[in-house]
């Protein structure tokens, strides 16, 4: 325990790691380029509205995610998703249709054509791939599931999770758990009652079946309760400029506020994008470098719309709806942010997220924004019957939002751990390695803590 960690990031991978570290009496030092920590988590009110600008909620998949809230003492602020906000809808011929959430709704739905319904049962007796390490999820799901559900479930789920292109995303690395229900069980229907089993063994919950959570001042709130509790091991407003390998240690340079200092340490973890971190261990070893700068970033802008409910047609009764690139619309889908959680929106008034761009839409970052904003509204509108204006409208443009697993991954994952092999202290992670959602990353959390746990030991 007197072994010093540096973590470089203040998201939610790096604080989640120093809390726990900080907790079992490490001496941890967080170091945090922005003036506020949370990384893509951003909570701002504008003119009255809460708006996330990053993640908008958690699902509750780990009992990490519990025992952090208690910890910090954030239950009194803690909201589970509004029961409406179940509801999922999908775009499919310019109408909107509820995703069927159960095998009655399934065979009513009219999302799906009956041939695309009788093709799932074929799916028990399909075999396994030749290929699974280099097979996209599009591969995967056209041959297991048929191409309709390909294009009217999996595609628009890929760009509301990842902003992703399903024929470019590897499912062994985006996908591991649906992977290796062919891989372990041999399909996906006998492997999904099984693994639920296993799930129940480890207190852990499915993506489909856990709550959605976020807190009345917005998903901000962990990482600054986080920060909060760990004082002044956070230093925020810190750019880390250099790392030099010392005789049995390393050390970090960063620049304070325009002041040049330096921390000795033993254990270096990077949360950092993968496209910083390429610049900043490029010097260890000029292959990582190449590895972490093939991991592709897209461009996703997420827009804020407010209207009065008297102007909506569409009846607000879920979490929001997803847009397959089959119908050829200006964005990927809108969250009813107000349906799901409270404090999102005043009086008579209704609040939405939309998603534009990302790997489906690469090109948004060379638009004309006005343009761009004016198309998308006007689509928006036209789906949810809306007959004026919004009253308020904020955005928030991320150049390199999600990092994207696609097919390949596995030999940027390989280096990576030949890298920590090579230069034992440092660990690299954040949302390229383990996962992208906020339960992935809190639940890596654990997983990189006891790894820098067991480095500490090995180094004394």
């Given at each position: 325990?007197?072994?010093?960690?540096?973590?470089?990031?203040?998201?939610?991978?790096?604080?989640?790691?120093?809390?726990?570290?900080?907790?079992?009496?490490?001496?941890?030092?967080?170091?945090?380029?922005?003036?506020?920590?949370?990384g893509?988590?951003?909570?701002?009110?504008?003119?009255?509205?809460?708006?996330?600008?990053?993640?908008?909620?958690g699902?509750?998949?780990t009992?990490?995610?519990?025992?952090?809230?208690?910890?910090?003492?954030?239950?009194?602020?803690?909201?589970?998703?509004?029961?409406?906000?179940?509801?999922?809808y999908?775009l499919?011929d310019?109408?909107?249709?509820?995703?069927?959430?159960?095998?009655?709704?399934?065979?009513?739905?009219?999302l799906?054509?009956?041939?695309?319904?009788?093709?799932?049962?074929?799916?028990?007796?399909?075999?396994?791939?030749?290929?699974?390490?280099?097979?996209?999820?599009?591969?995967?799901?056209?041959?297991?599931?048929?191409?309709?559900?390909?294009?009217?479930?999996i595609?628009?789920?890929?760009?509301?999770?990842?902003?992703g292109?399903?024929?470019?995303?590897?499912?062994?690395?985006?996908?591991?758990?649906?992977?290796?229900?062919?891989?372990?069980?041999?399909?996906?229907?006998?492997?999904?009652?099984?693994?639920?089993?296993?799930?129940?063994?480890?207190a852990?919950?499915?993506?489909?079946?856990?709550?959605?959570?976020?807190?009345?001042?917005g998903?901000?709130?962990?990482?600054?309760?986080?920060?909060?509790?760990?004082?002044?091991?956070?230093?925020?407003?810190?750019?880390?400029?250099?790392?030099?390998?010392?005789?049995?240690?390393y050390?970090?340079?960063?620049?304070?506020?325009?002041?040049?200092?330096?921390?000795?340490?033993d254990v270096?973890?990077?949360?950092?994008?993968?496209?910083?971190?390429?610049d900043?261990?490029?010097?260890?070893?000029?292959?990582?470098?190449?590895?972490?700068?093939?991991?592709?970033?897209p461009?996703?802008?997420?827009?804020?719309?407010?209207?009065?409910?008297?102007?909506?047609?569409?009846?607000?009764?879920?979490?929001?709806?997803?847009?397959?690139?089959?119908?050829?619309?200006?964005?990927?889908?809108?969250?009813?942010s107000?349906?799901?959680?409270?404090?999102?929106?005043?009086?008579?008034?209704?609040?939405?997220?939309?998603?534009?761009?990302?790997?489906?839409n690469?090109?948004?970052?060379?638009?004309?924004?006005?343009?761009?904003?004016?198309?998308?509204?006007?689509?928006?509108?036209?789906?949810m019957?809306?007959?004026?204006?919004?009253?308020?409208?904020?955005?928030?443009?991320?150049?390199?939002?999600?990092p994207?697993?696609?097919?390949?991954?596995?030999?940027?994952e390989?280096?990576?751990?030949?890298?920590?092999?090579?230069?034992?202290?440092?660990?690299?992670?954040?949302?390229?390695?383990?996962?992208?959602?906020?339960?992935?990353?809190?639940?890596?959390?654990?997983?990189?803590?006891?790894?820098?746990?067991?480095?500490?030991?090995?180094?004394s």
């Open positions: 325990m007197n072994k010093k960690i540096v973590i470089l990031g203040a998201g939610i991978s790096g604080l989640a790691a120093a809390y726990w570290l900080n907790k079992d009496g490490y001496d941890v030092t967080v170091l945090e380029k922005k003036a506020e920590v949370g893509s988590m951003e909570s701002v009110v504008e003119k009255g509205y809460m708006f996330d600008r990053g993640p908008n909620s699902l509750e998949t009992p990490l995610i519990g025992q952090l809230i208690d910890g910090l003492n954030l239950r009194d602020q803690l909201v589970y998703a509004n029961k409406e906000g179940n509801k999922r999908i499919r310019n109408n909107l249709y509820p995703l069927p959430m159960s095998p009655p709704a399934f065979i009513k739905t009219k799906f054509s009956t041939g695309a319904k009788l093709r799932l049962f074929a799916e028990p007796f399909i075999g396994r791939s030749n290929d699974g390490y280099y097979q996209s999820i599009a591969e995967f799901v056209k041959r297991r599931l048929g191409k309709e559900f390909l294009d009217y479930a595609n628009p789920f890929v760009a509301g999770v990842y902003a292109n399903p024929e470019e995303l590897s499912v062994k690395s985006a996908f591991p758990k649906l992977y290796a229900l062919e891989e372990k069980y041999g399909g996906l229907i006998i492997g999904s009652v099984k693994s639920m089993r296993e799930r129940k063994k480890r852990e919950k499915s993506k489909q079946s856990a709550r959605m959570f976020s807190f009345i001042d998903m901000q709130t962990l990482p600054k309760a986080i920060a909060a509790s760990l004082g002044n091991n956070v230093i925020t407003s810190a750019e880390v400029t250099g790392i030099k390998k010392t005789q049995n240690s050390s970090v340079l960063y620049n304070n506020s325009g002041t040049e200092k330096e921390i000795e340490c270096i973890y990077s949360t950092l994008p993968a496209y910083f971190a390429a900043l261990f490029k010097p260890f070893d000029d292959g990582l470098e190449k590895h972490l700068k093939e991991i592709y970033y461009p996703v802008l997420v827009v804020y719309l407010v209207y009065n409910k008297t102007v909506i047609k569409q009846a607000l009764d879920g979490f929001g709806f997803l847009i397959p690139a089959k119908e050829k619309k200006s964005f990927l889908g809108a969250i009813w107000s349906v799901i959680f409270p404090n999102r929106a005043e009086g008579d008034t209704a609040s939405f997220t939309l998603f534009i761009g990302g790997a489906r690469p090109e948004i970052g060379n638009i004309d924004k006005e343009i761009l904003f004016k198309k998308v509204r006007g689509e928006f509108e036209q789906l019957g809306i007959s004026a204006d919004p009253v308020h409208f904020f955005y928030r443009y991320w150049p390199k939002s999600i994207q697993y696609n097919i390949g991954y596995i030999e940027h390989k280096y990576i751990e030949e890298f920590e092999a090579k230069n034992p202290g440092i660990v690299l992670g954040g949302n390229y390695r383990g996962g992208i959602s906020v339960g992935d990353c809190i639940k890596n959390s654990e997983i990189i803590t006891n790894k820098i746990k067991e480095l500490c030991v090995s180094a």
